[in-house]
């Protein structure tokens, strides 16, 4: 993997090294906590995976985390699976998103977008109340420390409220977005039981209105453990029979009380795809997403309270828990709720400018989609106060860099971040202080570990190998629901290198210290020993007008050979013939190698992706190597089962 690109796209100027919180940080940690005062990131990085008690201990007093009791050591037992986190501590993740009431109770914390793209505020005092009102009530319901609170809903200031009523109560979050179909919700809901259900009667999407009653009915029949339901009118409804009105609930002023409790206790539940079978229901700690957020949002992100951060999200997905921990800074957070291309694609571009967002998250898919469709944000749009165009979900490919360094500001600090729902944050990505190259991470993150690793467990530089981190963090999952011995947490993450988190993606770490993701390496592409990451091969083959979309397989054949396929999606009034053929094959020879060309180029009528937008590569590879559907996937983990079927009759012509 070649990685030399001996100019940065973006280089920060000292005066924003010098203002950033990150060098800031440094400075002081080294005169608090023995970090390196000079080597800039490079160095602070190493002493923070190296003196990895000094450096969390440092972040909880620079970010001032309040203990209302005080903790025994920082890392009690730092073996993963298991490592114990400030053990004796206790607080409360909801009375930290609220700090900034007592300073700012009349600047916005909130700010709700939704089609019409006209921003309304929600001040800190009012979100506060609320959550007060809300907390209270729980209680009143019965709702202990423990017991699970779920929400379905879209992104809108309810769902904030709902989130920090129930981490107030020390009782533990979950929620899916209402585009997902009962049996997708049932699939995650039903595994955690929650006891209140907190809903709306619908959405709009699209410049449309989606009712979602029916769906709502089939929840409450099929959910035992509910006590109580929540109705939130989104669409202007009655509340059904039975079921509570928000606005009761959240009138009175009252003071939030915040249950304290110790630092593993549950936060949330988030869930896995779920493409192969249930949904894993991964718990994470109200302590340990509260400093890995604060170092995250903090230092890498740079937030602060002159900050609005807006990153285009639903409930279903952990950036949405991750922008909500935007409050712990005391930014003030934007939730936009509606589609990503409505009524244009420059959608997001119109958001950011109206809200005036100084960090702006998308996908890298709508980056190049943006590309593809000819949108010109920089001149369509006033985004002087963007200083950030972050991207997750998929590798950034190269035009995507340079797309957005020339059509949206020159001086724009590109942050392309991979992390994961396992561990709600990021590996690495985001750092004030360092240049920006084309199609590079970055940096890893402070207090992580990360290395790329050949199958021995040989550290690699320069070379593709598969992502682990060596060292625990303390938003590491502290078991999954429903795992009881622990086996199922183990087999995820620890089963390849043991006691060593492999998180199943491939990497490249350069000697320049910047990181490439190429992909999953749970469906690696694998010829004639030579391993390649699919999101190589898509950022190649999708540089091409005609190509919507595409996925690659790699598929082990009896005579020991390999079939790899392409399937590409085209743009509207593009054909598959022979002189698209050519193209694509000589664009990835050129672009990658001719060890990347795929064995036959197939056109499909659409690429099927998770419910969070990623392809499906595994399902795909299964279906094609003659697994019947309904053990290839889990049907309510797909956005369009229907182009399943493609692939199901290709398997079966092939056979």
Not at 6 to 13: C, F, H, K, T
Not at 211 to 219: A, H, M, N
């Amino acid at each position: 993997m070649p990685t030399e690109n001996p100019q940065p796209l973006w280089q920060p100027d000292p005066q924003r090294i010098a203002r950033s919180q990150v060098t800031r940080f440094q400075a002081w940690a080294a005169e608090h906590h023995g970090a390196p005062a000079d080597g800039g990131y490079p160095a602070l990085h190493r002493w923070s995976v190296d003196a990895l008690e000094p450096f969390w201990e440092a972040v909880t007093q620079w970010f001032d985390v309040r203990f209302s009791t005080p903790y025994t050591r920082v890392l009690g037992d730092r073996s993963m699976p298991g490592a114990e986190w400030f053990p004796g501590a206790t607080l409360n993740y909801a009375e930290h998103a609220l700090r900034a009431a007592g300073t700012r109770p009349d600047e916005p914390a909130l700010l709700h977008v939704d089609e019409t793209h006209e921003p309304t505020p929600v001040t800190w005092s009012e979100l506060r109340r609320q959550v007060g009102s809300l907390a209270a009530e729980l209680r009143a319901l019965g709702v202990r420390p423990g017991d699970r609170v779920s929400g379905y809903l879209p992104n809108v200031p309810q769902a904030v409220v709902a989130l920090l009523a129930t981490a107030a109560v020390g009782a533990v979050w979950t929620s899916c977005a209402p585009d997902f179909g009962a049996r997708s919700v049932l699939d995650r809901f039903q595994q955690v039981e929650p006891v209140v259900l907190f809903t709306v009667d619908g959405y709009r999407y699209g410049g449309k209105e989606h009712d979602r009653r029916d769906t709502v009915g089939e929840l409450r029949r099929e959910l035992p453990s509910l006590r109580a339901v929540v109705h939130i009118p989104l669409l202007g409804t009655e509340a059904p029979e039975g079921a509570l009105e928000w606005d009761a609930l959240t009138r009175a002023d009252t003071e939030p009380v915040f249950e304290q409790v110790p630092f593993a206790h549950p936060l949330w539940v988030l869930y896995s795809s779920g493409t192969t079978g249930l949904p894993k229901a991964i718990v994470q700690s109200q302590g340990g997403i509260l400093v890995e957020h604060l170092k995250q949002l903090g230092l890498h992100c740079d937030l602060g309270p002159e900050d609005r951060f807006f990153w285009y999200t639903s409930t279903g997905w952990m950036m949405w828990n991750f922008l909500v921990s935007g409050l712990l800074t005391g930014t003030t957070v934007v939730l936009y709720d509606g589609s990503p291309g409505y009524p244009d694609t420059g959608a997001q571009w119109r958001v950011a400018e109206r809200t005036g967002a100084t960090l702006y998250g998308t996908s890298a898919a709508y980056v190049m989609a943006c590309r593809k469709a000819d949108v010109h944000p920089g001149r369509d749009f006033d985004l002087s106060k963007v200083q950030c165009v972050a991207t997750t979900g998929s590798p950034l490919p190269p035009d995507g860099f340079r797309w957005l360094h020339d059509e949206v500001r020159e001086d724009l600090w590109i942050a392309s971040v991979s992390g994961g729902t396992d561990v709600c944050s990021c590996f690495a990505g985001a750092v004030p202080t360092l240049p920006v190259y084309i199609g590079e991470l970055q940096a890893p993150s402070l207090g992580t570990d990360l290395q790329s690793w050949d199958p021995s467990g040989k550290p690699l530089t320069d070379e593709v190998g598969e992502l682990v981190v060596t060292n625990p963090m303390p938003s590491m999952p502290i078991h999954f629901w429903n795992d009881p011995d622990g086996s199922r947490y183990h087999d995820s993450y620890f089963d390849t290198y043991p006691g060593v988190w492999r998180h199943g993606d491939w990497i490249t770490l350069t000697s320049r210290g910047s990181v490439v993701i190429h992909g999953r390496s749970d469906s690696t592409l694998n010829r004639q020993g030579v391993r390649m990451g699919s999101a190589d091969i898509y950022e190649a083959v999708e540089r091409l007008p005609e190509i919507r979309e595409s996925l690659v397989v790699v598929i082990e054949q009896p005579d020991g050979g390999y079939w790899m396929p392409l399937f590409v999606h085209l743009a509207p009034g593009a054909v598959l013939d022979q002189a698209l053929l050519d193209r694509i094959k000589r664009t990835i020879r050129e672009n990658l190698s001719p060890r990347h060309v795929p064995d036959e180029v197939i056109e499909v009528p659409g690429i099927p992706h998770t419910l969070t937008g990623k392809r499906i590569e595994v399902p795909v590879k299964r279906l094609l190597q003659g697994a019947p559907l309904e053990k290839a996937v889990n049907p309510g983990s797909i956005d369009n089962l229907d182009l399943l079927h493609f692939y199901e009759d290709l398997a079966r012509k092939r056979a």
